[in-house]
């Protein structure tokens, strides 16, 4: 199995309206992703 290791850059100057839900969102998918063992590391910045 693939596994992948996700590097986000975040620009806090420019974030749009909906980014709490965003966030929420990509959490949700992360978590699943981790569960199944397809996401090995988070990276933000």
């Known amino acids: ?3 992948i290791q ?4 975040i620009d806090t100057n420019n974030l ?3 980014f709490q ?3 929420k969102h990509e ?3 992360l ?3 981790k569960e199944k063992g397809i ?3 988070l990276f933000l910045t």
């Open 1 to 3: 199995m693939n596994r």
């Open 6 to 9: 996700v590097i986000l850059a």
């Open 16 to 18: 749009p309206e909906n």
């Open 21 to 23: 839900q965003i966030l």
């Open 27 to 29: 959490q949700e998918i």
């Open 31 to 33: 978590a699943d992703w």
């Open 39 to 41: 996401l090995e590391h």
